[in-house]
């Protein structure tokens, strides 16, 4: 069964430091996101991405975050200057359209020390 | 913008008996409903999925029923076994421009053999 897989699975590091998270959506999916959990909260919106270009993005998502697809395959988070309060882990999700199942990656772990 | 909140936060159940577990919503554009299951350390996996013009669903011991008028669903599972146990998230998604889902704070089920 296709899966959204995530790189790395757990990173650490320094704040201030930039971070990318790597996400391999399922080939056929045409809407990407990014989401993320605080140790024991609940899972919270940051963007979605169609067509190339981001479609929504929430309040978290600020001018420290972007995304990218760079490639046919990969779609990024890029964090520019980590803050504490950005460990958390950070899920990619796709789908085929709208209203229709998300399917999420297994995540990637971020400490920020 | 939404706001979905889920009771209870914590539910523990005898096996074989059923559970519920309800959300509320706040936008009354919202039209799409998703229920997941997170079990430790792992992804969100999605259990079972609404549409704002479906009443109720239902796929073997699990249902979603949806009232849009009070703007409340809930989700029911019958026949509870022990690997039910896991955290369970509601969510909620107007899809117009984009799936943001926004997530309810989840309900920690433990079914107790």
């Known amino acids: 069964e296709p899966e959204v897989t995530q790189t790395p699975s757990h990173q650490v590091t320094q704040m201030g430091q930039e971070v990318i998270l790597r996400c391999v959506p399922i080939s056929n999916h045409l809407y990407f996101y990014w989401y993320r959990q605080i140790l024991g909260q609940k899972v919270e919106f940051l963007v979605s991405?169609?067509?190339?270009?981001?479609?929504?993005k929430s309040e978290i998502f600020d001018d420290q975050f972007s995304v990218e697809r760079p490639d046919g395959s990969n779609f990024t988070l890029k964090i520019r200057s980590t803050k504490l309060e950005d460990s958390a882990m950070y899920f990619c999700a796709s789908s085929t359209q709208m209203n229709t199942e998300a399917f999420f990656g297994q995540g990637t772990r971020l400490t920020v020390v | 913008g939404e706001n979905v909140e889920q009771h209870p936060s914590t539910l523990s159940v005898q096996e074989g008996d059923s559970a519920v577990i309800k959300c509320t919503y706040s936008d009354s554009a919202s039209n799409y409903f998703p229920w997941y299951k997170q079990e430790l350390g792992k992804r969100p996996q999605l259990i079972i999925d609404?549409?704002?013009?479906?009443g109720e669903k239902k796929d073997q011991r699990i249902a979603v029923t949806l009232n849009k008028t009070a703007k409340h669903f809930s989700l029911h599972i019958t026949e509870t076994q022990p690997e039910d146990s896991a955290v369970y998230f509601c969510a909620a998604s107007n899809g117009w421009r984009a799936q943001k889902l926004v997530f309810g704070q989840g309900t920690r089920l433990t079914i107790n053999p």
């Open positions: 991405f169609y067509n190339n270009e981001i479609s929504e």
């Open positions: 609404i549409r704002s013009n479906v």
